[in-house]
């Protein structure tokens, strides 16, 4: 068993030493991390005017959401559905099939190998910045950093069971470019990165509250602004737990469904 567990936190060390061996590329991303940030900024800054409340968000609050669910998606992001999608187009992923390992489970430590050094080497570099730039406030209470950086872990962990769910599908369709790209664009429209979830219109904020989504970007944001505090804080974070468990389910029927369907295109 001890052996098995080291053989996987291989997996995450040998991505991160990867990542590092490709680390400027992540300079140029505070870059142009820190510019979207500024262009919503200026945005909201425009419609706030002379200040008041939007969605149940101040001026300030919104300045630091922006700046938080940005920086916080250098972390969870990952391109394992585009990996899983190649390795199924190339027929590479009948060899990762005969190893004695779970092809998926190695996928979640790569992806985390990935979001480590993103976290380090990206988010909080570029959260710097930000600050720096932008006129964000950090929270204060203990409990919502903690609260922040649990749901942070999690967001990724949603994050890349939906990507994994979406590179299984290429076994099903063959060409999944398009389901990648539409799950992109849902992702981060509906998770609340380019608009808090609070500002949409009722009739699609409703729904929203029972799709994974806003367990991505828009609770721990809610978090890190101060908009949910104390014992409210857990309430949400079980949100997520209840949605990494729920997406298990598809995960692992796909991949199991997917092994017996294999049929090799190229390699």
Do not use: C
């Not at 974070?237 to 017996?260: D, K």
């Amino acid at each position: 068993m001890s052996n098995t567990l080291g053989a996987y936190i291989d997996f995450i060390r040998i991505r991160f030493l990867t990542m590092l061996a490709y680390r400027v590329n992540y300079y140029s991303g505070i870059l142009i991390y820190t510019l979207n940030i500024g262009v919503y900024y200026f945005t909201w800054k425009a419609i706030y005017g002379g200040g008041g409340e939007l969605g149940g968000f101040t001026a300030s609050q919104m300045t630091t959401y922006l700046a938080v669910s940005w920086m916080a998606r250098a972390f969870y992001f990952n391109n394992l559905d585009r990996e899983i999608s190649t390795d199924i187009r190339d027929g590479s992923i009948a060899i990762q099939f005969i190893r004695p390992y779970n092809y998926v489970l190695v996928k979640m430590m790569q992806g985390l190998g990935e979001g480590m050094f993103r976290f380090l080497m990206l988010m909080i570099p570029g959260m710097a910045v930000a600050m720096l730039l932008y006129p964000v406030k950090l929270p204060t209470a203990p409990s919502a950093w903690a609260g922040f950086l649990v749901m942070l872990f999690f967001s990724f962990l949603i994050n890349s069971q939906l990507n994994i769910i979406t590179g299984l599908m290429a076994f099903f369709v063959e060409n999944n470019e398009g389901f990648m790209r539409m799950k992109r664009v849902v992702v981060d429209l509906f998770s609340g990165l380019i608009i808090p979830i609070s500002l949409f219109p009722s009739w699609l904020s409703g729904p929203m509250n029972y799709l994974p989504f806003q367990a991505i970007t828009y609770l721990p944001g809610s978090v890190f602004t101060g908009r949910i505090q104390g014992a409210s804080i857990w309430s949400v974070l079980g949100i997520q737990v209840v949605w990494f468990v729920i997406l298990l389910i598809p995960m692992v029927w796909l991949y199991h469904a997917s092994r017996r369907r294999l049929f090799v295109q190229g390699g």
